[in-house]
């Protein structure tokens, strides 16, 4: 079973800085893309930053230069360093991968809390 185990939330104070990790953890062949999306309260879960497996990147406008997305592929792991948080990046923040498998399909991890104090 095809796992997207997340870590590094947590309360932080703006100007601040946080790790993400999401590691993918089952009987894999290997991950294309992987991404990191959030979702604040009451807001729909948008795209932070988008990592290709050729290590391509891609992130929303309200992170560039503070947000920088990694990966490594022997670990199947996707890291987010944010940086310079503010109160308004506040939100669960969720990893996302093409997993091939058994099946080539698209997971979503379970989610971790970031918050960010003024």
């Known amino acids: 079973q095809v796992q997207l185990v997340e870590s590094g939330g947590g309360l932080v104070q703006a100007g601040g800085s946080l790790r993400l990790s999401c590691a993918v953890s089952?009987?894999?062949?290997?991950?294309?893309?992987m991404g990191w999306y959030r979702q604040a309260p009451g807001k729909q879960r948008e795209l932070v930053a988008q990592?290709?497996?050729?290590?391509?990147?891609n992130y929303a406008t309200a992170v560039k230069g503070r947000f920088t997305i990694s990966r490594d592929n022997a670990k199947n792991t996707v890291y987010l360093q944010m940086n310079s948080l503010k109160p308004e990046d506040t939100a669960v923040y969720y990893c996302?991968?093409?997993?091939?498998?058994?099946?080539?399909?698209?997971?979503w991890g379970q989610g971790t809390q970031v918050t960010v104090s003024s």
């Open positions: 089952g009987s894999i062949f290997s991950t294309d893309a």
């Open positions: 990592i290709t497996s050729g290590g391509s990147t």
């Open positions: 996302n991968a093409k997993v091939y498998a058994l099946y080539v399909n698209n997971y």
